[in-house]
């Protein structure tokens, strides 16, 4: 790291105040290493910012705001693999069965918004970010929606419950759809695990650095 970085972690806060010599020069010491060891850590598993106000609370003392930070992340990790784990029961399925629609015709917006449970609007949003790609009826105009169309905006609305944005849905189902369907959803699925485990470790390898600094800073 570049001694300017050093810096401004001390200016944000990141490291425990400095002492300054005689001819005014930063000294710092193995408490500051082992807090700069922790700050690096938990910012893979918290990011930067939910990092830095980590390493602020502890460093005035503030432990209980600096738990409640860590307690916070691990509680939306835990929601995000419940919803991961729930998406792929559903997902699963949805990419070995083809939906049935109405004696087994297209379905109309409002059938399929009421299928779905969302407003006819949202349907028309999805469409609009190219997720969505309905017929029309070439007398009435109208758009219908046939099985493909059908089985895309479920995945869309359970992908939607798990917080994704509509831009990345829409590359997920336009990969589906160049992989053929559950090759796709299965990387997709597999990515997403890949992802939450790569977080809990980060998050217990920042838990175990922050410990360390704790001790010493009992000990100082």
């Known amino acids: 790291m570049s001694a300017q970085a050093i ?3 001390d200016d944000a806060g990141v490291l425990p105040p400095t002492e300054r010599s005689e ?3 930063r000294r710092y010491t193995p408490l500051h290493a082992q807090a700069l060891r922790t700050f690096l850590a938990l910012r893979l598993g918290h990011g930067h910012q939910q990092a830095v106000e980590i390493m602020r ?3 005035r003392g503030d432990t209980e705001s600096a738990y409640r930070l860590i307690d916070a992340a691990h509680v939306a990790l835990l929601t995000e693999r419940d919803t991961r784990a729930k998406s792929a029961s559903t997902l699963g399925n949805l990419s070995t069965t ?3 629609t109405v004696n087994g015709g297209p379905l109309t917006v409002g059938e399929l918004a009421r299928r779905l449970g969302v407003h006819p609007a949202t349907l028309r949003t999805w469409e609009a970010e190219g997720i969505l790609r309905p017929e029309r009826n070439p007398v009435t105009g109208y758009r219908e ?14 992908l939607r419950r798990g917080g994704y944005l509509l831009r990345k849905v829409a590359q997920f189902i336009e990969s589906l759809h160049a992989a053929g ?11 997403w695990q890949g992802r939450l485990t790569t977080r809990s470790r980060n998050l217990l390898a920042g838990a175990a650095q922050l410990d360390a600094y704790l001790t010493l800073l009992d000990q100082a």
Do not use: H, K, M, W
């Open 145 to 158: 929606y046939g099985p493909d169309c059908v089985r895309d905006a479920e995945i869309t609305r359970q």
């Open 181 to 191: 369907g559950a090759d796709a959803l299965s990387d997709f699925l597999d990515s």
């Open 57 to 59: 609370a502890t460093n």
């Open 23 to 25: 001819t005014g020069y």
């Open 7 to 9: 810096r401004n972690y």
């Open 98 to 100: 083809t939906p049935t």
